[in-house]
T-cell receptor
Framework: GNSVTQMEGPVTLSEEAFLTINCTYTATGYPSLFWYVQYPGEGLQLLLKATKADDKGSNKGFEATYRKETTSFHLEKGSVQVSDSAVYFCALISNFGNEKLTFGTGTRLTIIP | ETGVTQSPTHLIKTRGQQVTLRCSSQSGHNTVSWYQQALGQGPQFIFQYYREEENGRGNFPPRFSGLQFPNYSSELNVNALELDDSALYLC????????????FGPGTRLTVT
């Protein structure tokens, strides 16, 4: 079956530090890959996505590249801000069957001023 | 454009009771998916509805059931509540076969005592 593995958290960084959150996946076929963010007390918001190999998704300074050869979709940001503090979820949708999202366990990110 | 809304926001039930959660999908979307998010975990897929028919189900028992209405809104019903059903229930709407992008509501926090 499909699965997503994220780096274990929590992650604590100082403001303006470089961020990487690792994500690897196992899936049938050629999945679409997503990063969702969940701010405290809120639902999930789509941060970025990539639908085929070598695609780069980007939004709000965050980037992730779909690497088929390493089955990875690592999230990066060059300079984090306090407002980036949230829980980040890597997820995939397989192109077989229904369009259900399979999520990782989430990585809690805290940015210190 | 109206986003995904869910009601109620919070709910407290007693073990053995039944509960109904509601979701209004985003305008133009024909698919609704339900997810259960336990504390500190990633969301788990419960089921999906497309054009009023169930279009896939996760590893949840039959006491979890749902409906989708002609206006694409949806209900999640849970019978014989158990303590482990305490979680955040998320509804997501999407347009089938449009790249898998799902838009989430704020969730309903269910507490079973």
């Amino acid at each position: 079956g499909n699965s997503v593995t994220q780096m274990e958290g929590p992650v604590t960084l100082s403001e303006e530090a470089f961020l990487t959150i690792n994500c690897t996946y196992t899936a049938t076929g050629y999945p679409s890959l997503f990063w969702y963010v969940q701010y405290p007390g809120e639902g999930l918001q789509l941060l970025l996505k990539a639908t085929k190999a070598d695609d780069k998704g980007s939004n709000k300074g965050f980037e992730a590249t779909y690497r088929k050869e390493t089955t990875s979709f690592h999230l990066e940001k060059g300079s984090v801000q306090v407002s980036d503090s949230a829980v980040y979820f890597c997820a995939l949708i397989s192109n077989f069957g229904n369009e259900k999202l399979t999520f990782g366990t989430g990585t809690r990110l805290t940015i210190i001023p | 454009e109206t986003g995904v809304t869910q009601s109620p926001t919070h709910l407290i039930k007693t073990r053995g009771q039944q509960v109904t959660l509601r979701c209004s999908s985003q305008s133009g979307h024909n698919t609704v998916s339900w997810y259960q998010q336990a504390l500190g975990q990633g969301p788990q897929f419960i089921f999906q509805y497309y054009r009023e028919e169930e279009n896939g189900r996760g590893n949840f028992p039959p006491r979890f059931s749902g409906l989708q209405f002609p206006n694409y809104s949806s209900e999640l019903n849970v019978n014989a509540l158990e303590l482990d059903d305490s979680a955040l229930y998320l509804c997501a709407s999407s347009l089938q076969l449009a790249g898998g992008e799902q838009y989430f509501g704020p969730g309903t926090r269910l507490t079973v005592t």
